[in-house]
């Protein structure tokens, strides 16, 4: 069964940057079948999709995010990453990782657990 | 949101409830898929339904999905206590562009 786990650091000081990484278990992130996505949830909030990325390095970001995102892929170690600079307040969040179908219909399935990561000082 | 759900609905348990997402035509009015999925408190998201209409493995056949013009439903018949959860549904957005969530419905079963 496919399992990302996305560990992280939890709390993270203003202006300072995010970065948090998705192992991919008992699956190759270099399939070809799938993309690779970050998702984040506020507290009590709804979803935003952050960015995708392809084995091949292929990127894609949301605008609103996209000054401060960077999304990369080791197929070595069968993991994505994520970073998120100069980070506020307002990006406190528990941050996913999912697989997407590369072809349509491209869903989200399965998802990571998630990692809640706290901006504060 | 891009996509707009109700914030909430209820029923009581054996009900039949249906939630609603609405977009428009740079997104669902488009033909993109929408696909939903269910959040049990404290959890991750789970595929409910994808492609419209399509159910993964293991999905009760009490869940089905339904698109027409820029709207999408889910509906949710024989409700039980376990369906207590957050609905979102979510589709591609040719202006973005991207994947687009809708704001989340809390499903209360009575």
């Known amino acids: 069964q496919l399992l990302l786990q996305e560990p992280g650091p939890g709390l993270v000081k203003p202006s300072e940057t995010l970065s948090l990484s998705c192992v991919v278990s008992?699956?190759?992130?270099?399939?070809?079948?799938?993309?690779w996505a970050w998702i984040r949830q506020p507290p009590g909030e709804g979803l935003e999709w952050i960015g995708t990325?392809?084995?091949?390095?292929?990127?894609y970001y949301n605008p609103s995010l996209k000054s401060r995102v960077i999304i990369s892929v080791d197929t070595s170690k069968n993991q994505v990453s994520l970073r998120l600079t100069s980070v506020t307040a307002t990006d406190t969040a528990v941050y996913y990782c999912?697989?997407?179908?590369?072809?349509?219909?491209?869903?989200?399935?399965?998802w990571g657990r998630g990692t809640l990561a706290t901006v504060s000082s | 949101s891009v996509l707009t759900q109700p914030p909430s609905v209820s029923g009581a348990p054996g009900q039949r409830v249906t939630i609603s997402c609405t977009g428009s035509?740079?997104?669902?009015?488009?033909?993109?898929?929408v696909h939903w999925y269910q959040q049990l408190p404290g959890t991750a998201p789970k595929l409910l339904i994808f492609?419209?209409?399509n159910r993964p493995s293991g999905v009760p056949d009490r869940f089905s999905g339904s698109k027409s013009g820029t709207s999408a439903s889910l509906a949710i018949s024989g409700l039980q206590a376990e369906d207590e959860a957050d609905y979102y549904c979510?589709?591609?957005?040719?202006?973005?562009?991207?994947?687009?969530f809708g704001g989340g419905t809390k499903l209360t079963v009575l």
């Open positions: 999912a697989r997407q179908r590369y072809q349509l219909p491209n869903s989200f399935d399965p």
């Open positions: 979510q589709s591609y957005d040719s202006r973005l562009p991207g994947p687009v």
């Open positions: 008992d699956g190759s992130i270099s399939s070809g079948s799938y993309y």
């Open positions: 990325i392809y084995y091949t390095g292929s990127t």
């Open positions: 492609g419209d209409t």
């Open positions: 035509s740079s997104n669902i009015g488009a033909g993109y898929d």
